[in-house]
């Protein structure tokens, strides 16, 4: 047993396998939170994972799963959806028949959540992904 307390852990993984570099186009094009948190939702990402700053890859590869499960369309539509739930749900006006909808389409209240979390760690990380630009930073 002691080779195994000496031998080396491989690396951590810091880069998107090239064989999974063709779908970061996808991704790019799912620009919103709510779309990612949308495409987490659909993905194979845990129920009761709990986001960290150092998961970037991880997240990435599971937007880009739930992304071509769903559709780019159906992510997009669905995260819209979500916004405007969110803000029906800050401003205090959502009703009964926006809870069921609400409730319909993520019945899975705590999964909605730390999708939600995770896409918003991956927004804190400010990653430049391919295809997308930013606008240019103006002088104070």
Known sequence: MPATLT???PAAQTSIPASER???????????STARAVALYASDMPTNYRASMDDATRIIGWIIQ????LSLETVGHDGASLR?????MIE????????A???????????IDKAQSAAATLALLSLDVPGRT????QAA
């Open 7 to 9: 031998a080396p852990r």
């Open 22 to 32: 063709p779908s970061l186009a996808l991704l790019a094009q799912v620009t919103s």
């Open 66 to 69: 739930g992304t071509e499960r």
């Open 84 to 88: 405007a739930f969110n803000l029906l």
């Open 92 to 99: 205090d006006t959502d009703g009964p028949t926006d809870r």
């Open 101 to 111: 909808a609400y409730a319909h389409r993520f019945p899975l209240a705590r999964r």
């Open 134 to 137: 930013r606008p240019a930073r």
